[in-house]
Structures are given as structure tokens and as C-alpha cells.
């Protein structure tokens, strides 16, 4: 297995509900990440998991509350969203941290906030 | 001025033509990275490099490390290779990737 699995490929919540993302892969990948993709806008990145633990938060608002229960899950659980959170999100996966190991992405969940 | 820099931001071709899309960045860099993505859709990763030339079909993909400069280049163009096509860096020291803007690519038949 070489994919990185994202659910549901499509979302829509109002700003009062509470929905998770889900993203898992069976490659023995033991970083794993979350992006955000803006219309005809790079990537940005949100968090990166190492070994099940959170290594990087980019100054994310707490309204989006990322889980990594194993190794080959990563949950992105929203909750209170803003409509300016509309957005494509995608995960990824390496082998481990640091720039020597190719990324896996996933198709992505676009999510409409209402 | 952003540190990963492509060119063109669009680029329209008909079948069958050579397509070559730039990247120039500016920081040191463990690999640079070449991603496909279609309209609406996932990312797909076709070539890191460190050095030198990597090729894969259609594809081939170029740096010159003491340029800071990279090329992916498309032979015999196809309709379906339309796609934004994303130039990345992994910044030396980082754990993160550096994106570029993308371009996006459209091959008329």
C-alpha cells in the first residue's frame, strides 16, 4: 500500500458543529503532516506529527485540534469553524522528519464551512 | 521576495509541444521537490532531487544546485498532463517544505 487515505473527500459544516478529518497510511511512514490549500494558493502547513507526537503546530487557531492516536492515523478534529475556514485540507506522510525522504500526499478533504 | 520563485505562473501549449516550467529559489536546501496537482484535486509527488537529473516517462526534472535552479521539463505534451505544477524546498536545517506558487499548465488537443 503507497496511499495516503483521506475521509470524506468532501465535507460541509455549519460554524456550530464539530466534524474530524481523517487521514491513514500503511507504509511505515513515521511523520505525518497537515495542509491547508486556499484556491490557487500553495500548501501551508498546520501540524507535523513525529513518532505519534506533535512536533510542530504553526500557530493554528484552537478551533482545529489535531490527533495522531498511531502510527498510521492522524485525525484533524474542527469545531466552532469560521466560513474563511473553507478550504481544500491535505495530508502527507515521510518516512520520518527531515529533507532526505520523499512526501505522500492524499487527495484531500474540501471542506465548506456554512 | 518569495524564496521559491516558478515561472511561467501559466503556460498554455498544444499537444504534442515541449513544456518547460522553472524554478529558482533563493536558501540552501536539502532536495527540491517537483508536485502535480489537477483541478480539485490531491497532490502528487513526481521527483525529488539533490543533484543532478531524474527522468520518469515523460518526465524529466533537472537542478543546478550552484544556479539554485531547477527545471521540469514535458515531452510530447498530452491534454491530460493540464495540471498546476508545484516547485518545493525542503530549507536545510527545516523540517518543513518551502512552496512555490505553482504553474498552471493547460495542453490544448
Request: aromatic share 8%.
Amino acid at each position: 500500500d503507497t496511499e495516503v487515505t483521506q475521509t470524506p473527500k468532501h465535507l460541509v459544516m455549519g460554524m456550530t458543529n464539530k466534524k474530524s478529518l481523517k487521514c491513514e497510511q500503511h507504509m511505515g511512514h513515521r511523520a505525518m503532516y497537515w495542509y491547508k490549500q486556499k484556491a490557487k494558493k500553495p500548501p501551508e502547513l498546520m501540524f507535523v506529527y513525529s513518532y505519534e507526537k506533535l512536533s510542530i503546530n504553526e500557530s493554528v487557531p484552537s478551533r482545529f485540534s489535531p490527533e495522531c492516536p498511531n502510527s498510521s492515523l492522524l485525525n484533524l478534529h474542527l469545531h466552532a469553524l469560521q466560513p474563511e475556514d473553507s478550504a481544500l485540507y491535505l495530508c502527507a506522510s515521510s518516512q520520518d522528519l527531515g529533507q532526505r525522504y520523499g512526501y505522500t500526499f492524499g487527495s484531500g478533504t474540501r471542506l465548506t464551512v456554512v | 521576495k518569495n524564496e521559491v520563485e516558478q515561472s511561467p505562473q501559466n503556460l498554455t501549449a498544444q499537444e504534442g509541444e515541449f513544456i518547460t516550467i522553472n524554478c529558482s529559489y533563493s536558501v540552501g536546501i536539502s532536495a527540491l521537490h517537483w508536485l502535480q496537482q489537477h483541478p480539485g484535486g490531491g497532490i502528487v509527488s513526481l521527483f525529488m532531487l539533490s543533484s543532478g537529473k531524474k527522468k520518469h516517462g515523460r518526465l524529466i526534472a533537472t537542478i543546478n544546485i550552484q544556479e539554485k535552479h531547477s527545471s521540469l521539463h514535458i515531452t510530447a505534451s498530452h491534454p491530460r498532463d493540464s495540471a498546476v505544477y508545484i516547485c518545493a524546498v525542503g530549507k536545510r536545517g527545516a523540517q518543513k517544505l518551502v512552496f512555490g506558487q505553482g504553474t498552471r499548465l493547460t495542453i490544448n488537443p
